[in-house]
Protein backbone atom coordinates (compact mmCIF):
# COMPACT_ATOMS: atom_id res chain seq x y z
CA UNK A 1 0.00 0.00 0.00
CA UNK A 2 3.21 2.35 0.64
CA UNK A 3 5.02 1.27 -3.24
CA UNK A 4 4.14 4.27 -5.27
CA UNK A 5 2.33 3.03 -8.33
CA UNK A 6 4.42 2.76 -11.92
CA UNK A 7 2.08 5.35 -13.23
CA UNK A 8 -0.51 8.49 -12.00
CA UNK A 9 -4.15 8.97 -13.32
CA UNK A 10 -7.11 10.31 -11.94
CA UNK A 11 -8.11 6.81 -11.01
CA UNK A 12 -4.56 6.18 -9.32
CA UNK A 13 -5.33 5.72 -5.50
CA UNK A 14 -2.94 7.43 -3.42
CA UNK A 15 -2.58 6.28 0.44
CA UNK A 16 -3.81 9.13 3.03
CA UNK A 17 -2.21 10.40 5.86
CA UNK A 18 -4.70 8.91 8.16
CA UNK A 19 -4.13 5.25 6.51
CA UNK A 20 -0.12 5.69 6.56
CA UNK A 21 -0.15 6.60 10.18
CA UNK A 22 -2.38 3.61 11.47
CA UNK A 23 -0.46 1.45 9.54
CA UNK A 24 3.16 2.12 11.17
CA UNK A 25 1.37 2.79 14.16
CA UNK A 26 0.67 -0.95 14.08
CA UNK A 27 4.64 -2.09 14.14
CA UNK A 28 5.63 -1.46 17.89
CA UNK A 29 2.52 -4.02 18.66
CA UNK A 30 2.92 -6.05 16.21
CA UNK A 31 7.12 -6.25 17.15
CA UNK A 32 6.05 -7.41 20.45
CA UNK A 33 4.94 -10.58 18.84
CA UNK A 34 8.10 -11.27 16.18
CA UNK A 35 10.70 -9.74 17.83
CA UNK A 36 12.26 -13.73 18.45
CA UNK A 37 11.81 -13.93 14.71
CA UNK A 38 12.64 -10.38 13.27
CA UNK A 39 15.71 -10.47 11.25
CA UNK A 40 17.77 -8.14 8.51
CA UNK A 41 15.80 -9.02 6.05
CA UNK A 42 12.68 -8.10 7.90
CA UNK A 43 14.53 -4.98 9.01
CA UNK A 44 14.98 -4.13 5.09
CA UNK A 45 11.04 -4.94 4.05
CA UNK A 46 10.55 -2.47 7.23
CA UNK A 47 12.46 0.05 5.97
CA UNK A 48 11.18 0.10 2.78
CA UNK A 49 8.06 0.63 4.13
CA UNK A 50 9.36 3.52 6.47
CA UNK A 51 10.67 5.57 3.52
CA UNK A 52 7.56 5.14 1.00
CA UNK A 53 5.32 6.03 3.61
CA UNK A 54 6.67 9.13 4.94
CA UNK A 55 7.46 9.96 1.24
CA UNK A 56 3.69 9.85 -0.42
CA UNK A 57 2.44 14.01 -0.67
CA UNK A 58 -0.83 15.17 0.82
CA UNK A 59 -3.87 15.98 -1.30
CA UNK A 60 -4.32 19.49 -1.63
CA UNK A 61 -7.69 19.28 0.26
CA UNK A 62 -6.42 18.18 3.42
CA UNK A 63 -3.30 20.12 3.81
CA UNK A 64 -5.03 23.13 5.49
CA UNK A 65 -5.57 19.72 8.15
CA UNK A 66 -2.61 18.07 8.53
CA UNK A 67 0.79 20.58 7.67
CA UNK A 68 2.18 22.44 10.14
CA UNK A 69 3.22 26.28 8.62
CA UNK A 70 6.68 26.15 7.10
CA UNK A 71 8.19 28.14 10.09
CA UNK A 72 7.09 25.38 12.38
CA UNK A 73 9.87 22.75 13.40
CA UNK A 74 6.78 20.18 13.94
CA UNK A 75 6.42 16.69 13.19
CA UNK A 76 3.21 15.45 11.59
CA UNK A 77 1.71 11.96 13.14
CA UNK A 78 3.23 10.10 10.20
CA UNK A 79 6.85 11.41 11.24
CA UNK A 80 6.28 10.59 14.85
CA UNK A 81 5.18 7.21 14.10
CA UNK A 82 8.18 6.52 11.69
CA UNK A 83 10.76 7.65 14.18
CA UNK A 84 8.60 5.70 16.70
CA UNK A 85 8.80 1.98 14.70
CA UNK A 86 12.50 2.69 14.74
CA UNK A 87 13.02 3.38 18.26
CA UNK A 88 11.24 0.00 19.23
CA UNK A 89 14.29 -1.88 17.15
CA UNK A 90 16.43 0.80 19.02
CA UNK A 91 15.64 -0.43 22.30
CA UNK A 92 15.55 -4.11 21.47
CA UNK A 93 18.89 -3.81 20.48
CA UNK A 94 19.91 -1.71 23.51
CA UNK A 95 19.12 -3.39 26.53
CA UNK A 96 21.83 -1.24 28.45
CA UNK A 97 20.73 1.41 30.71
CA UNK A 98 19.73 4.87 29.09
CA UNK A 99 22.89 7.15 28.07
CA UNK A 100 24.65 4.31 28.48
CA UNK A 101 26.70 2.18 26.16
CA UNK A 102 24.81 -0.73 24.61
CA UNK A 103 25.14 -3.86 25.40
CA UNK A 104 22.06 -6.01 23.58
CA UNK A 105 22.45 -9.73 21.93
CA UNK A 106 25.09 -10.03 19.19
CA UNK A 107 22.50 -11.35 16.45
CA UNK A 108 20.47 -7.81 17.03
CA UNK A 109 23.81 -5.39 17.06
CA UNK A 110 24.31 -6.33 13.19
CA UNK A 111 20.93 -4.47 12.50
CA UNK A 112 23.30 -0.94 13.64
CA UNK A 113 24.11 -0.17 10.30
CA UNK A 114 21.28 -1.02 8.73
CA UNK A 115 18.94 1.71 11.37
CA UNK A 116 22.07 4.02 10.86
CA UNK A 117 21.15 3.75 6.35
CA UNK A 118 17.87 4.46 7.30
CA UNK A 119 18.19 7.35 9.73
CA UNK A 120 20.50 8.45 7.48
CA UNK A 121 18.25 8.49 4.15
CA UNK A 122 15.73 10.57 6.63
CA UNK A 123 18.58 12.70 6.94
CA UNK A 124 19.39 13.59 3.23
CA UNK A 125 15.47 14.79 3.00
CA UNK A 126 16.46 18.27 4.32
CA UNK A 127 18.46 19.12 1.42
CA UNK A 128 17.13 16.61 -1.58
CA UNK A 129 13.09 15.90 0.06
CA UNK A 130 11.78 12.34 -1.66
CA UNK A 131 10.35 11.97 -4.69
CA UNK A 132 7.27 9.28 -4.50
CA UNK A 133 7.58 7.80 -8.25
CA UNK A 134 6.75 10.53 -10.66
CA UNK A 135 3.97 12.31 -9.23
CA UNK A 136 4.18 15.85 -9.59
CA UNK A 137 3.72 17.72 -5.80
CA UNK A 138 4.01 21.59 -5.53
CA UNK A 139 5.19 23.08 -2.11
CA UNK A 140 1.66 24.63 -1.66
CA UNK A 141 -1.76 23.80 -2.95
CA UNK A 142 -2.69 26.30 -5.57
CA UNK A 143 -6.78 27.61 -4.31
CA UNK A 144 -7.11 29.16 -7.91
CA UNK A 145 -8.04 25.47 -9.31
CA UNK A 146 -10.21 23.20 -8.39
CA UNK A 147 -8.14 19.62 -9.47
CA UNK A 148 -6.93 17.31 -7.36
CA UNK A 149 -3.40 18.61 -6.24
CA UNK A 150 -0.71 17.08 -4.51
CA UNK A 151 1.69 18.71 -1.43
CA UNK A 152 5.08 17.83 -0.65
CA UNK A 153 5.62 17.93 3.18
CA UNK A 154 8.00 20.08 4.85
CA UNK A 155 10.93 17.35 5.46
CA UNK A 156 13.27 19.73 7.18
CA UNK A 157 11.89 18.85 10.72
CA UNK A 158 11.84 15.46 10.50
CA UNK A 159 15.34 15.23 8.66
CA UNK A 160 16.71 17.38 11.81
CA UNK A 161 15.07 14.85 14.37
CA UNK A 162 16.30 11.79 12.22
CA UNK A 163 19.94 13.79 13.08
CA UNK A 164 19.88 14.40 16.58
CA UNK A 165 18.92 10.20 16.86
CA UNK A 166 21.82 9.10 14.29
CA UNK A 167 24.14 11.50 17.13
CA UNK A 168 22.40 9.71 20.03
CA UNK A 169 22.93 6.61 18.81
CA UNK A 170 26.13 6.62 17.83
CA UNK A 171 27.67 8.31 20.54
CA UNK A 172 26.01 4.57 22.41
CA UNK A 173 26.70 2.40 19.54
CA UNK A 174 30.31 4.03 17.74
CA UNK A 175 32.75 0.69 19.32
CA UNK A 176 30.43 -2.07 18.21
CA UNK A 177 31.99 -3.97 15.97
CA UNK A 178 29.24 -4.09 12.97
CA UNK A 179 29.25 0.00 13.28
CA UNK A 180 33.11 0.07 12.88
CA UNK A 181 33.01 -2.78 10.34
CA UNK A 182 30.33 -1.24 7.91
CA UNK A 183 31.90 2.21 7.90
CA UNK A 184 28.95 3.79 9.81
CA UNK A 185 31.58 6.92 10.85
CA UNK A 186 32.14 7.68 7.08
CA UNK A 187 28.61 7.41 6.49
CA UNK A 188 27.85 10.06 8.72
CA UNK A 189 30.36 12.19 7.17
CA UNK A 190 29.42 11.79 4.22
CA UNK A 191 25.66 12.20 4.44
CA UNK A 192 26.40 15.49 6.48
CA UNK A 193 28.84 16.81 3.98
CA UNK A 194 25.77 17.73 1.42
CA UNK A 195 24.28 20.49 3.89
CA UNK A 196 27.76 21.27 5.26
CA UNK A 197 28.59 22.62 1.54
CA UNK A 198 25.26 23.83 0.80
CA UNK A 199 25.57 25.90 3.85
CA UNK A 200 23.75 29.21 3.40
CA UNK A 201 22.05 27.61 0.31
CA UNK A 202 20.52 25.22 2.52
CA UNK A 203 16.49 25.45 2.79
CA UNK A 204 17.09 26.38 6.30
CA UNK A 205 19.42 27.77 7.93
CA UNK A 206 18.85 25.78 11.05
CA UNK A 207 20.22 22.50 9.00
CA UNK A 208 23.59 23.04 8.26
CA UNK A 209 24.19 24.55 11.70
CA UNK A 210 22.87 21.47 13.15
CA UNK A 211 25.23 19.47 10.82
CA UNK A 212 28.16 21.04 12.04
CA UNK A 213 27.61 20.61 15.69
CA UNK A 214 26.25 16.92 14.90
CA UNK A 215 29.69 16.29 13.10
CA UNK A 216 31.50 18.01 15.78
CA UNK A 217 29.78 15.70 18.60
CA UNK A 218 30.35 12.26 16.14
CA UNK A 219 33.55 13.42 15.62
CA UNK A 220 34.27 13.08 18.92
CA UNK A 221 33.85 10.46 19.95
CA UNK A 222 34.53 8.10 16.39
CA UNK A 223 38.04 9.47 16.22
CA UNK A 224 39.35 7.72 19.16
CA UNK A 225 37.92 4.49 18.07
CA UNK A 226 39.49 5.41 14.44
CA UNK A 227 43.13 5.75 15.79
CA UNK A 228 42.56 2.04 17.95
CA UNK A 229 41.94 1.19 14.76
CA UNK A 230 44.50 2.67 12.59
CA UNK A 231 46.38 -0.25 11.90
CA UNK A 232 43.19 -2.37 10.74
CA UNK A 233 43.00 -0.28 7.73
CA UNK A 234 38.52 0.30 8.29
CA UNK A 235 39.05 3.92 8.03
CA UNK A 236 41.38 4.26 5.66
CA UNK A 237 38.55 5.66 3.60
CA UNK A 238 36.76 7.97 5.97
CA UNK A 239 40.13 10.61 6.46
CA UNK A 240 39.87 11.44 2.80
CA UNK A 241 35.86 11.65 3.19
CA UNK A 242 36.61 13.95 6.30
CA UNK A 243 38.88 16.40 4.70
CA UNK A 244 36.53 17.17 1.88
CA UNK A 245 33.47 17.80 4.45
CA UNK A 246 35.93 19.97 6.23
CA UNK A 247 37.09 21.69 2.87
CA UNK A 248 33.72 22.63 1.37
CA UNK A 249 31.99 23.86 4.64
CA UNK A 250 35.49 25.80 5.80
CA UNK A 251 35.38 27.37 1.94
CA UNK A 252 32.10 27.35 0.78
CA UNK A 253 30.69 28.44 -2.52
CA UNK A 254 27.60 29.61 -1.29
CA UNK A 255 27.28 32.83 -0.93
CA UNK A 256 25.54 34.71 2.41
CA UNK A 257 22.46 36.43 2.07
CA UNK A 258 22.53 39.70 1.52
CA UNK A 259 20.31 40.73 4.54
CA UNK A 260 23.03 38.54 6.83
CA UNK A 261 24.05 40.95 9.84
CA UNK A 262 26.89 41.38 11.02
CA UNK A 263 26.15 39.68 14.11
CA UNK A 264 25.00 37.28 12.74
CA UNK A 265 28.03 36.70 10.38
CA UNK A 266 30.21 36.69 13.61
CA UNK A 267 28.39 33.88 15.06
CA UNK A 268 29.44 31.74 11.71
CA UNK A 269 32.22 32.53 11.98
CA UNK A 270 32.59 31.04 15.65
CA UNK A 271 31.48 27.85 13.96
CA UNK A 272 34.07 27.90 11.46
CA UNK A 273 36.71 28.28 14.35
CA UNK A 274 35.21 25.41 16.60
CA UNK A 275 35.98 23.19 13.02
CA UNK A 276 39.93 24.89 13.53
CA UNK A 277 39.51 24.07 17.12
CA UNK A 278 38.80 20.22 16.80
CA UNK A 279 41.49 19.73 14.04
CA UNK A 280 44.04 21.31 17.09
CA UNK A 281 42.79 19.00 19.74
CA UNK A 282 41.24 16.28 18.19
CA UNK A 283 43.03 15.34 14.98
CA UNK A 284 46.96 16.75 14.52
CA UNK A 285 48.14 15.96 17.92
CA UNK A 286 47.28 12.24 17.06
CA UNK A 287 49.87 12.57 14.16
CA UNK A 288 51.16 8.74 14.32
CA UNK A 289 47.62 7.15 13.83
CA UNK A 290 46.88 9.67 11.01
CA UNK A 291 47.38 8.80 7.02
CA UNK A 292 50.25 11.56 5.46
CA UNK A 293 47.63 12.48 3.13
CA UNK A 294 45.07 14.09 5.49
CA UNK A 295 47.52 15.31 7.47
CA UNK A 296 48.24 17.17 3.95
CA UNK A 297 45.16 17.99 3.14
CA UNK A 298 44.74 19.83 6.32
CA UNK A 299 47.83 21.98 6.45
CA UNK A 300 47.10 23.17 2.68
CA UNK A 301 43.45 24.06 4.60
CA UNK A 302 45.52 25.62 7.23
CA UNK A 303 47.40 27.69 5.10
CA UNK A 304 44.19 28.58 2.61
CA UNK A 305 42.67 29.38 5.68
CA UNK A 306 45.30 32.10 7.59
CA UNK A 307 44.77 34.47 4.47
CA UNK A 308 42.07 36.87 5.49
CA UNK A 309 39.23 36.18 3.17
CA UNK A 310 35.85 37.77 2.12
CA UNK A 311 32.49 37.41 0.12
CA UNK A 312 32.63 39.60 -3.13
CA UNK A 313 28.91 40.43 -2.18
CA UNK A 314 30.23 42.72 0.79
CA UNK A 315 29.87 46.48 0.38
CA UNK A 316 33.19 48.25 0.89
CA UNK A 317 32.12 49.35 4.31
CA UNK A 318 31.80 45.83 5.73
CA UNK A 319 34.59 44.65 4.63
CA UNK A 320 36.47 45.85 7.15
CA UNK A 321 34.31 43.98 9.73
CA UNK A 322 33.09 40.90 7.55
CA UNK A 323 36.53 39.29 7.31
CA UNK A 324 36.72 36.15 8.64
CA UNK A 325 39.51 37.34 10.51
CA UNK A 326 39.15 35.00 13.63
CA UNK A 327 38.75 32.04 11.76
CA UNK A 328 42.21 33.23 10.16
CA UNK A 329 43.92 33.88 12.96
CA UNK A 330 43.12 30.13 14.35
CA UNK A 331 43.81 29.07 11.32
CA UNK A 332 47.46 30.90 11.84
CA UNK A 333 47.77 30.20 15.47
CA UNK A 334 47.35 26.43 14.46
CA UNK A 335 50.16 26.11 12.01
CA UNK A 336 52.35 27.61 14.52
CA UNK A 337 51.46 25.35 17.18
CA UNK A 338 52.33 22.34 15.54
CA UNK A 339 55.02 23.95 13.29
CA UNK A 340 57.55 23.56 16.30
CA UNK A 341 57.43 21.06 19.27
CA UNK A 342 59.74 19.72 21.78
CA UNK A 343 57.18 16.44 22.23
CA UNK A 344 58.28 14.91 18.78
CA UNK A 345 58.63 11.27 19.78
CA UNK A 346 57.78 9.75 16.55
CA UNK A 347 58.54 10.06 12.95
CA UNK A 348 55.00 10.97 12.13
CA UNK A 349 55.14 13.64 14.90
CA UNK A 350 58.52 14.94 13.31
CA UNK A 351 56.65 15.11 9.79
CA UNK A 352 54.10 16.97 10.93
CA UNK A 353 56.10 19.57 12.64
CA UNK A 354 58.19 20.08 9.60
CA UNK A 355 55.26 20.21 7.18
CA UNK A 356 53.35 22.77 9.03
CA UNK A 357 56.81 24.67 9.76
CA UNK A 358 57.48 24.51 6.14
CA UNK A 359 54.00 25.94 5.30
CA UNK A 360 54.28 28.59 7.97
CA UNK A 361 57.45 29.80 7.05
CA UNK A 362 56.15 29.94 3.09
CA UNK A 363 52.59 31.77 4.24
CA UNK A 364 54.56 34.53 6.42
CA UNK A 365 56.93 34.99 3.54
CA UNK A 366 53.82 35.94 1.24
CA UNK A 367 52.57 37.72 3.68
CA UNK A 368 55.27 40.08 4.07
CA UNK A 369 56.02 40.16 0.21
CA UNK A 370 52.32 41.50 -0.18
CA UNK A 371 52.43 44.09 2.60
CA UNK A 372 55.45 45.56 0.87
CA UNK A 373 54.37 45.66 -2.29
CA UNK A 374 50.71 47.30 -1.59
CA UNK A 375 52.35 49.65 1.03
CA UNK A 376 54.71 50.98 -2.29
CA UNK A 377 51.61 50.97 -4.33
CA UNK A 378 49.40 53.00 -1.79
CA UNK A 379 51.64 55.83 -1.17
CA UNK A 380 50.38 58.27 1.73
CA UNK A 381 47.55 56.48 1.75
CA UNK A 382 47.39 53.75 4.73
CA UNK A 383 46.50 50.30 3.95
CA UNK A 384 43.30 48.57 5.34
CA UNK A 385 43.55 47.91 9.44
CA UNK A 386 42.80 44.01 8.57
CA UNK A 387 46.31 44.11 6.47
CA UNK A 388 48.27 45.68 9.29
CA UNK A 389 46.50 43.51 11.58
CA UNK A 390 47.58 40.55 9.70
CA UNK A 391 51.28 41.87 9.17
CA UNK A 392 51.87 42.38 12.63
CA UNK A 393 50.12 38.97 13.76
CA UNK A 394 52.57 37.42 11.30
CA UNK A 395 55.92 39.41 12.25
CA UNK A 396 55.10 38.17 16.26
CA UNK A 397 54.46 34.53 14.84
CA UNK A 398 57.70 34.85 13.32
CA UNK A 399 60.01 35.94 16.33
CA UNK A 400 58.00 33.67 18.61
CA UNK A 401 58.95 30.78 15.88
CA UNK A 402 62.40 31.58 15.66
CA UNK A 403 62.60 32.04 19.64
CA UNK A 404 61.67 28.73 19.69
CA UNK A 405 63.77 27.04 17.20
CA UNK A 406 66.76 28.19 18.93
CA UNK A 407 65.59 26.80 22.06
CA UNK A 408 66.06 23.04 20.21
CA UNK A 409 69.05 20.91 19.93
CA UNK A 410 70.39 21.76 16.22
CA UNK A 411 70.63 18.32 14.98
CA UNK A 412 66.78 18.38 15.50
CA UNK A 413 66.24 21.08 12.87
CA UNK A 414 67.24 20.12 9.41
CA UNK A 415 68.85 22.80 7.01
CA UNK A 416 66.09 23.33 4.88
CA UNK A 417 64.19 25.15 7.37
CA UNK A 418 67.24 27.12 8.60
CA UNK A 419 67.71 28.39 5.28
CA UNK A 420 63.58 29.18 4.76
CA UNK A 421 64.17 31.10 7.93
CA UNK A 422 67.07 33.13 7.15
CA UNK A 423 65.75 34.03 4.22
CA UNK A 424 62.60 36.15 6.00
CA UNK A 425 65.51 37.85 6.87
CA UNK A 426 65.66 40.84 3.83
CA UNK A 427 61.97 40.79 3.18
CA UNK A 428 61.81 42.12 7.04
CA UNK A 429 64.95 44.51 6.13
CA UNK A 430 62.58 45.69 3.28
CA UNK A 431 59.77 46.53 5.53
CA UNK A 432 61.90 48.74 7.64
CA UNK A 433 60.35 51.63 5.77
CA UNK A 434 56.87 51.10 6.75
CA UNK A 435 54.94 54.33 7.80
CA UNK A 436 53.24 52.43 10.14
CA UNK A 437 54.33 52.05 14.14
CA UNK A 438 52.57 49.36 15.35
CA UNK A 439 54.30 47.32 12.25
CA UNK A 440 57.50 48.95 13.09
CA UNK A 441 57.20 47.64 16.52
CA UNK A 442 56.77 44.25 15.76
CA UNK A 443 59.29 44.52 12.74
CA UNK A 444 61.68 45.41 15.64
CA UNK A 445 60.67 42.03 17.63
CA UNK A 446 61.42 39.93 14.99
CA UNK A 447 64.85 41.19 13.80
CA UNK A 448 66.23 40.60 17.17
CA UNK A 449 66.49 37.36 16.90
CA UNK A 450 68.34 37.06 13.92
CA UNK A 451 71.07 38.75 15.77
CA UNK A 452 72.43 35.27 16.53
CA UNK A 453 72.44 33.87 13.00
CA UNK A 454 75.37 36.50 12.38
CA UNK A 455 79.03 35.61 12.91
CA UNK A 456 81.87 36.45 10.98
CA UNK A 457 82.44 34.17 7.61
CA UNK A 458 84.83 31.41 7.87
CA UNK A 459 88.45 32.44 7.59
CA UNK A 460 90.34 30.18 5.02
CA UNK A 461 93.61 28.86 5.15
CA UNK A 462 96.22 29.50 2.19
CA UNK A 463 100.21 28.22 2.16
CA UNK A 464 99.85 28.26 5.84
CA UNK A 465 98.59 31.23 6.62
CA UNK A 466 95.04 32.78 7.04
Known amino acids: STKPPVTFDKLTFIPSQPFLTALIQIFP???QHIKTGFNMDDLQKLGVILHSAVSVPISSDASPFILPSYTEAVLTSLQEAVLTALDVLQKAICVGPEN???VGPENMQIMYPAIFDQLLAFVEFSCKPPQYGQLETKHIANAKYNQAEWVALNYVPFAERSLEVVVDLYQKTACHK???NEKVLQNIIKTLRVPLSLKYSCPSESTWKLAVSSLLKVLSIGLPV???HASSGKFDSMWPELANTFEDFLFTKSIPPDN????????????DVEVVQLISTEILPYANFIPKEFVGQIMTMLNKGSIHSQSSSFTEAEIDI???EEFSKMCFETLLQFSFSNKVTTPQEGYISRMALSVLLKRSQDVLHRYI???RLSGKCPLPRQQVTEIIFVLKAVSTLIDSLKKTQPENVDGNTWAQVIALYPTLVECITCSSAEVCSALKEALVPFKDFMQPPASKVQNGES
Open 29 to 31: ALY
Open 226 to 228: ARQ
Open 260 to 271: LSIQEFQRNESI
Open 178 to 180: AVV
Open 373 to 375: EDE
Open 100 to 102: MIC
Open 322 to 324: RLR
